[in-house]
């Protein structure tokens, strides 16, 4: 069956510094992976998709970024951590055909990240 | 522009009462996903629609493709079912890379 592994699960990190999100899926091939965050009294925003090793699309201009490097790995990244990067940031995956899952998507465990 | 709008935004009820979340959308979908969010919890997905009704226990979620509407029922509503429910729906445009379009959520209180 497959999973997904979100990590870490929570962080406090200072204005300025890195950061890094990890995501891992089980169990599938060539999944598309996605990155969203849901900042405070807002809903679910899609930050970065991607349908292939190294292939990211960004949806929103910001100060982070992601990397695919192997097939099951998504990272979330920034160099300088703002204040408005707080939020909750969710990892999902879904098949790239209907007989790999894809006609549903499935969610890490997410990760409150909080810039102070 | 696909929208999709959840009502209401807030709700507050005592356990036992029934209970409906509305969900509209713009476009045409190949999906339609409800989703449960605890306080300082992860999401869950609870069911995904594209026709027709699914029961799981005491959540029953419906959905109308031609109205491009669904709701999500909770009977015997608990203190335990107190979440933020979500919707978000997989356009056929576009729809398979760019993942879901998610409503606002609708916050709901059940009171013992």
């Known amino acids: 069956s497959q999973t997904i592994h979100q990590w870490p699960a929570t962080l406090v990190q200072p204005v300025g510094s890195p950061l890094s999100l990890e995501c891992t899926v089980e169990?599938?091939?060539?999944?598309?992976l996605y990155w969203y965050r849901q900042a405070a009294g807002r809903g679910l925003q899609l930050l970065f998709y991607?349908?292939?090793?190294?292939?990211i699309s960004s949806e929103v201009p910001q100060n982070l970024s992601a990397s695919r490097p192997q097939d099951r790995q998504f990272i979330l990244s920034s160099k300088k951590l703002l204040l408005s990067d707080s939020g909750f940031y969710l990892c999902?995956?879904?098949?790239?055909?209907?007989?790999?899952?894809?006609?549903?998507?499935?969610f890490g465990e997410g990760s409150w990240l909080t810039v102070v | 522009k696909n929208e999709v709008e959840q009502s209401p935004q807030n709700l507050t009820a005592q356990e036992g009462e029934f209970i409906t979340i509305n969900c509209s959308y713009s476009v045409g979908i190949s999906a339609l996903h409800w989703l449960q969010q605890h306080p300082g919890g992860g999401i869950v997905s609870l069911f995904m629609?594209?026709?027709g009704k699914k029961k799981h226990g005491r959540l029953i979620a419906t959905i109308n493709i031609q109205e491009k509407h669904s709701s999500l029922h909770i009977t015997a509503s608990h203190p335990r079912d107190s979440a933020v429910y979500i919707c978000a729906v997989c356009p056929y445009s576009g729809g398979g890379a760019d993942g879901l379009t998610f409503g606002k959520g609708t916050h709901l209180i059940i009171q013992p």
């Open positions: 991607s349908v292939g090793i190294g292939q």
């Open positions: 169990g599938t091939s060539n999944p598309n």
């Open positions: 999902a995956w879904r098949g790239d055909t209907w007989a790999r899952g894809g006609n549903t998507i499935y």
């Open positions: 629609l594209s026709s």
